[in-house]
């Protein structure tokens, strides 16, 4: 069986009442996060998770609202693994992810450089693995596949999309894009389908431009319906991004 958690569905925009993108999936004895929004270790914790009991974080795409919490991720699971040799989290993106966790690593030197000198059993910083990908298998361990396809969220390029399975089962997280044949290919037979959707009907009637710029690059709530249709009636989850 796999498990799907919806952790935060937020927007860019913060929300009291929601996190920021975030999905969780376990299946088997394994965990993956895919994306990291604002909060995400708040909601994570509330459904018994932490840093340190993740088998792997998957990243749709570098927006910054996918990856906000990046940082307080790998810092967190680090100075709360307390086995001698810590397993690496294993970082599975687009290509350009490795560049983004060198700059965050970077850009928390000096929180990593304190805590090794303050606690003699941080003897190293955190242990990461980096893989980037935009099509094919990337994971296959105990039971759990894992396979990506690229998506359609231009002028972010490139984006993916991950398809989880294990013991028969399937689910497919799209994350954000517009319909798109690699997605259908994807989906096709699987059980679920994780989807960021908006209602463009709302968005269109603001009057700032940049934030109808949004519908030109996200699906809406009947093309997210539609791309599961095409994969076979799969029961569909969806991330609202307009808060409704």
């Given amino acids: 069986m796999i498990e799907v958690t919806l952790l935060g569905t937020g927007s860019p925009i913060p929300d009291a009442r929601r996190a920021g993108p975030s999905t969780l999936v376990r299946a088997g004895r394994q965990t993956f996060l895919t994306d990291c929004g604002r909060g995400v270790q708040q909601r994570m914790t509330a459904v018994g998770v932490g840093a340190n009991g993740l088998t792997a974080l998957l990243l ?6 996918h990856i906000a919490d990046l940082g307080d991720l790998i810092i967190t699971r680090w100075v709360t693994t307390f086995t001698p040799e810590p397993n690496p ?7 350009g992810t490795a560049e983004v966790v060198d700059a965050t690593l970077k850009a928390f030197g000096f929180d990593i450089g ?3 000198a303050h606690h003699a059993d941080l003897t190293a910083p955190p242990a990461v693995e980096v893989e980037e990908h935009v099509e094919g298998l990337v994971w296959n ?33 799209a994350g954000d894009t517009v319909p798109c044949a690699s997605l259908d290919e994807l989906a096709d037979g699987a059980g679920a389908l994780v989807h960021t959707v908006i209602r463009k009907d709302l968005i269109e009637k603001i009057p700032m431009q940049r934030i109808r710029d949004i519908c030109d690059y996200h699906s809406s709530v009947e093309e997210a319906a539609a791309t599961a249709a095409r994969a076979g009636g799969l029961g569909v989850r969806s991330a609202d991004r307009t808060g409704r």
């Fill in 141 to 173: 361990q105990d039971g759990v596949r894992i396979t990506v396809a690229p998506t359609d969220h231009r002028p972010v390029e490139p984006t993916i999309a991950f398809r989880v399975t294990y013991e028969g089962s399937s689910v497919v997280l």
């Fill in 89 to 95: 989290l294993w970082i599975i993106g687009p290509p």
């Fill in 60 to 65: 749709t795409h570098l927006h910054s609202d």
């Fill in 114 to 116: 304190y805590r090794i």
